[in-house]
């Protein structure tokens, strides 16, 4: 059992050893990646920081300007939306406006059409109609009278159908 132990201990102070060797080469490569990054970092922070320091520098002016802009932005959109509403209130009232001139215009014109009509009827009956009874009375006796003294029909060696008679719708117009 001795042997045993003996075994046991060496193989324990070797795990013990490779342990401690691999522990070490984890910090000599730690040690190196740090000096990697820190060397890195450096170099970040010579070329990034002044980078950074100017943009932020800028970011600083830049933001009254853009903020006066914004609030420019916010006022002018909020005017063209007024007038915009006030244009189409007023084209809405021009619409309407044009609407109802239309429909009166339509409605005159309609009572002109219509008296002219009336008018025109009246024209008919009372001056029409009787110019036409009065023409037939006026041929009735010129008729009777061609009759009467011409000798039946005849007058200065013509008859009465070499005469062009005047058709009635010529006698007035």
Do not use: C, W, Y
């Not at 401690?20 to 990646?33: H, P, S, V």
């Not at 060397?39 to 980078?51: D, F, G, W």
């Not at 300007?65 to 021009?94: C, F, G, H, P, Y």
């Amino acid at each position: 059992m001795e042997t045993l132990t003996t075994i046991f201990i060496v193989v324990t102070a070797l795990a013990v050893v490779l342990q401690a060797a691999l522990l070490l080469g984890m910090f000599l490569a730690m040690r190196k990646t740090n000096a990697r990054v820190e060397s890195l970092a450096e170099e970040v922070k010579t070329k990034a920081l002044p980078t950074l320091d100017s943009a932020h520098a800028l970011l600083t002016d830049i933001r009254p300007k853009l903020e006066m802009i914004a609030d420019n932005l916010a006022e002018t959109t909020s005017t063209i939306r007024n007038e915009v509403q006030r244009v189409d209130a007023t084209v809405n009232d021009v619409v309407d406006r044009a609407r109802l001139q239309v429909i009166r215009a339509d409605d005159l014109l309609s009572r002109t059409l219509d008296r002219v009509e009336e008018t025109s009827e009246i024209v008919h009956k009372t001056v029409v109609s009787p110019v036409r009874q009065f023409s037939g009375l006026i041929q009735g006796v010129t008729a009777g009278i061609e009759f009467l003294v011409g000798g039946r029909g005849r007058r200065n060696g013509r008859t009465r159908d070499a005469r062009r008679p005047v058709p009635q719708d010529e006698m007035f117009i």
